[in-house]
């Protein structure tokens, strides 16, 4: 069951974040599809933790050290470049950072970005991401 929110919140995601990487989006739009885009991937993200998509985010992360390094940019940049992206309508970038910010939440749980910043944006996104999947799951049944 956890693939029917992953696959449909990712296309929700994708196409939101698509619409407004085109720059169709009316100006006072953008900011409230920009953040529920977010939302969306952080909703998929949480019901990937629930999958094999975990266990592999674990597996890759900790492969060797300039793996983790990578994940840490990776995660680091997802939250970095998201306002940019959008900002000045770069489309094809939208499927990375879709596919980023659904992985967010496994990376962050697998420690890539160390000390007590990494902690606090862990527990932050969790937050936000265990509280959307449970309304959207009392929701949708």
Same mark, same amino acid.
């Given at each position: 069951?956890?693939?029917?929110?992953i696959?449909?919140?990712?296309?929700i995601?994708?196409?939101?974040?698509?619409?407004?990487?085109?720059?169709?989006?009316?100006?006072?739009?953008?900011?409230?599809?920009?953040?529920?885009?977010?939302?969306?991937?952080?909703?998929?993200?949480?019901?990937?933790?629930?999958?094999?998509?975990?266990?592999?985010?674990?597996?890759?992360?900790? %492969?060797?050290?300039?793996? $983790?390094? @990578? *994940?840490? !940019?990776?995660? =680091? #940049?997802?939250?970095?470049?998201?306002?940019? /992206?959008?900002?000045?309508? %770069?489309?094809?970038?939208? $499927?990375? @950072? *879709?596919? !980023?910010?659904? =992985? #967010?939440?496994?990376?962050?749980?697998?420690? /890539?970005?160390?000390?007590?910043?990494?902690?606090?944006? $862990?527990?932050?996104?969790?937050?936000?991401?265990?509280?959307?999947?449970?309304?959207?799951?009392?929701?949708?049944?």
């Amino acid at each position: 069951m956890a693939w029917f929110y992953i696959i449909g919140f990712s296309v929700i995601a994708w196409g939101l974040l698509s619409l407004l990487a085109s720059g169709r989006a009316p100006h006072f739009l953008e900011v409230i599809l920009g953040g529920l885009a977010v939302l969306s991937c952080l909703i998929a993200g949480r019901f990937a933790l629930t999958t094999w998509l975990y266990p592999l985010t674990g597996w890759i992360t900790h %492969l060797h050290q300039i793996t $983790t390094l @990578l *994940a840490m !940019a990776v995660a =680091l #940049l997802t939250v970095a470049a998201t306002i940019p /992206v959008l900002w000045w309508n %770069l489309s094809r970038w939208v $499927t990375p @950072l *879709a596919v !980023a910010w659904v =992985l #967010l939440p496994s990376l962050l749980l697998q420690g /890539v970005i160390p000390g007590e910043g990494g902690a606090v944006l $862990t527990k932050g996104v969790l937050t936000v991401a265990d509280t959307l999947a449970l309304h959207v799951r009392g929701l949708l049944g």
